[in-house]
């Protein structure tokens, strides 16, 4: 049974802290043992090089929703 809770801004299972962004899911695979023993450090590696990459674009673009908001204030 997982039992589920939610702690300030963090999500949690158990013991586990869920990642709550794409940026910390990338730090969390990055640092398990488990995909790096079962495929590799260079593949590992190379995937969290291209989804750094994608986290870096998202964070700087500007959403739809942030344009409506914040457009009219200046």
Do not use: Q
Request: charged share 25%.
């Amino acid at each position: 049974e997982i039992s589920a809770c939610l702690v300030g801004s963090e999500m949690c299972i158990r013991d586990r802290t869920i990642p709550t962004n794409l940026g910390a899911a990338i730090a969390a695979f990055e640092a398990g043992d488990l995909y790096r023993e079962t495929l590799g450090d260079t593949f590992v590696d190379f995937l969290a090089h291209l989804k750094t990459a994608e986290w870096k674009r998202y964070l700087s673009t500007v959403s739809d929703w942030e344009d409506r908001e914040y457009s009219t204030l200046f």
